[in-house]
């Protein structure tokens, strides 16, 4: 809950608000005015709020701190009017079950408040002197915005000007996990002006070893919002949007149009083919990871440059490289993701600066258990239906089968009926555990059959795998397969 | 069918996990990496990855699977993949 008052506020009457039985920790930040502002003396201070939006904009922040920390109860109460010395100016509070929890809300709200609240301060001086503080320019002031930057721009590379491009550009980053945090991450630390976030998922316990944008306080967060909340606090003067929510046929063109650069952090071919062929079609430097345990490649795709990702994969369609190139993907070597990532905003913000050489050519096989790492040179293949075709998938509309509908709980798949099989897709060497119904993952032929003689639910250890064959399935025209999500 | 000569070969990934090596010198008269694949997995029987699903670079060139080889080539099989 989120409150404006031009009375003094209560510490004590707030916190019994907030009494709670299960709230194992009580987190309290009180902030409060005082006596000097960027070298000045400060006599006393003035507050002024646009009202209306003010509390809109506070009951947005405390609604997205609850729900990026779940279980967190927040409550905010920012003062109006004049106020002296040692004065608290706004109170937050906030009960959770555990500290990490109250700590980390209680900080992104302050956080918040201080970038996105409508409310402005006049400071009054010795002599009677005031002025308004203006929010940015505290925001610069706070992070020392061009000191932040100096080392970088004192490269011939960068220069003031290319620093300037950077705080100009655009960059959108799919998927915020294991490549995503890192390069997301380097490219705010650079000044890019404009990022955009895209993943659907929640933070997991599981991603913590290699997604270092979240800490156990943020298990349980929508990704997009926890972690445009972190790079925020990085690089205050960025701004930072978050779309929560998959990238799919329906908003690939909203999502790409306008971008400098797209970086491709996600984890199936599926969403890679589509991130590619929209950026094809639009124009848009795309900058490509993939992670394989200790091993990762690296492309960068440029129209009319190199070939693209149909002339390397002729012939072979998303789902049959999920099948191949995904479960098989569930363990992950931390830093090969965290290196392949940094390279990502490395090939970014070297493209935003003109100095991308050959990159836009190459593949870049990069294999952290033995130090090597290989360039192989790509060229447009004559016989790409893709490249050759341009002007046709300009105008193409996106066809990959990314029905919500494919997903099931098991209360859904209780509501197929007794007909329905649930059957487990097992990798070469693995069995199925504890007795499962279990088919190859390969086997398509036998999928086929048993999807013929009634609803078919696949699942398997990581779920990437059959969620990659349902869709494969449908787009074949079956309608009754699904994939069982995860938890 | 030319005759005899060495080819170098490099996996990566779930491929060299496979065939329990990373480099290889194979002596062969194989046309192409489709064939030079297929004597590999007669070799190692471990390596049921499908040719089918592999890209191939040839001296650090991608290539068609039916690319014919020269001896002393590089040959890399590379699987797919896509974890982030």
């Known amino acids: 809950m989120f409150e404006l008052t031009d009375r003094p506020i209560d510490s004590t009457a707030l916190q019994a608000r907030l009494t709670a039985p299960e709230a194992g920790a009580l987190t309290v930040f009180e902030g409060r005015v005082r006596n000097h502002h960027l070298g000045q003396p400060v006599t006393k201070l003035e507050y002024e709020a646009f009202d209306d939006l003010a509390r809109l904009e506070g009951e947005a922040i405390v609604s997205e701190a609850e729900r990026i920390y779940a279980g967190a109860k927040v409550l905010c109460v920012h003062r109006t009017g004049p106020l002296q010395i040692g004065e608290a100016a706004v109170w937050i509070g906030v009960a959770s079950a555990h500290r990490q929890t109250g700590f980390a809300a209680c900080r992104h709200v302050i956080e918040e408040l201080k970038l996105r609240l409508p409310v402005w301060k006049k400071e009054h ?18 992070t020392g915005a061009n000191e932040m930057f100096a080392r970088q721009a004192a490269l011939p590379e960068v220069g003031a000007a290319g620093q300037q491009k950077l705080a100009a550009a655009r960059v959108l980053v799919v998927g915020v996990g294991g490549l995503g945090c890192p390069a997301a991450l380097y490219l705010a630390g650079a000044g890019i002006g404009h990022l955009t976030l895209v993943d659907g998922s929640k933070v997991e316990h599981s991603n913590l070893h290699r997604q270092i944008l979240f800490t156990t306080a943020e298990v349980g967060a929508p990704k997009a919002l926890a972690a445009a909340a972190r790079l925020r606090l990085h690089n205050p003067a960025a701004r930072i949007t978050s779309h929560e929510g998959e990238f799919t046929p329906q908003n690939a063109r909203a999502l790409v149009a306008g971008q400098d650069v797209v970086l491709d952090c996600t984890d199936n071919f599926t969403s890679r083919f589509l991130l590619h062929d929209t950026c094809l079609a639009l124009g848009v430097p795309l900058v490509q990871a993939a992670v394989h345990r200790f091993e990762g490649t690296l492309d960068v795709f440029r129209q009319g440059a190199g070939g693209c990702l149909h002339c390397q994969w002729l012939g072979r369609t998303p789902g049959d490289l999920d099948l191949a190139g995904n479960c098989a993907g569930g363990p992950v070597f931390g830093p090969a993701v965290g290196v392949l990532g940094v390279m990502q905003a490395a090939e970014t913000i070297k ?32 016989d790409c239906p893709v490249c050759s075709r341009l002007d046709q998938l300009k105008a193409a509309k996106p066809t990959t089968v990314t029905d919500t509908s494919l997903f099931l709980n098991a209360a859904g798949v209780t509501a197929l009926g007794a007909t329905a099989q649930t059957i487990y897709l097992t990798e070469p060497g693995e069995a199925a555990p504890g007795g499962r119904s279990a088919v190859a993952a390969l086997d398509l032929a036998r999928l086929r059959e048993l999807a013929a003689a009634g609803p078919l639910v696949l699942t398997c250890r990581y779920g990437v795998r059959s969620a990659a064959l349902a869709r494969l399935l449908r787009g074949e025209g079956t309608t009754n397969v699904f994939t069982l999500t995860q938890a | 069918m030319s005759s005899s000569r060495q080819i170098n070969v490099r996996f990566f990934a779930i491929l060299r996990e496979q065939a329990g090596a990373s480099t290889l010198m194979v002596n062969s008269t194989v046309p192409d990496p489709a064939a030079l694949y297929a004597e590999l997995q007669g070799r190692h029987p471990g390596l049921t990855f499908p040719a089918t699903l592999l890209r191939v670079a040839v001296n650090e060139r991608y290539v068609a699977m039916t690319t014919p080889l020269a001896a002393g080539d590089r040959v890399v099989f590379i699987p797919p993949v896509a974890g982030g």
Request: one cysteine or more; charged letters at 20%; a negative charge.
């Open chain 1, 351 to 382: 493209l935003l600066l003109g100095h991308e050489g050959d990159a836009p050519r190459q593949t870049r096989l990069v294999n952290l258990l033995d130090g090597s790492q290989l360039i192989i040179e790509r060229s447009a293949r004559p």
């Open chain 1, 125 to 142: 001086h010795p002599g009677g002197a005031a002025e308004w503080v203006n929010c940015t320019a505290e925001a610069a002031a706070r």
